[in-house]
């Protein structure tokens, strides 16, 4: 649930199609829909995992529309986020 929680806050800054992302947004993004990819199917979820997705899809076009510097830099930061969160995830799930 954190998990799904803190993807859907990363995603409200970014919005991009991804033949208009930069490079470093397309990682990014394939690395998010990875993530999404893995989040569990059921009913519990099913609702969470698919607003998810549809902010995450907005949030694609967003970013599509910034000047390819402004793109690198949220998905520089989204990816920074990203990554301390999986750290924390791991952490959690050693103890």
């Given at each position: 649930m ?11 800054m970014?919005?991009?199609a991804?033949?208009?992302l ?5 990682a990014?993004f394939e ?5 999404v990819?893995s989040?569990?199917?059921d009913a ?12 995450l899809e ?14 690198d830099?949220?998905c ?5 986020a ?6 924390a995830?791991?952490?959690n799930a050693?103890?």
């Amino acid at each position: 649930m954190k998990k799904l929680v803190f993807i859907v806050a990363l995603m409200g800054m970014s919005s991009i199609a991804m033949a208009d992302l930069s490079a470093t947004c397309k990682a990014y993004f394939e690395k998010v829909d990875k993530l999404v990819k893995s989040l569990p199917d059921d009913a519990e979820t099913k609702e969470q995992t698919e607003l998810f997705k549809q902010t995450l899809e907005s949030g694609k076009k967003q970013v599509a529309d910034l000047p390819e510097d402004q793109q690198d830099n949220a998905c520089k930061q989204g990816e920074e986020a990203l990554n301390r969160l999986e750290a924390a995830l791991l952490s959690n799930a050693k103890k």
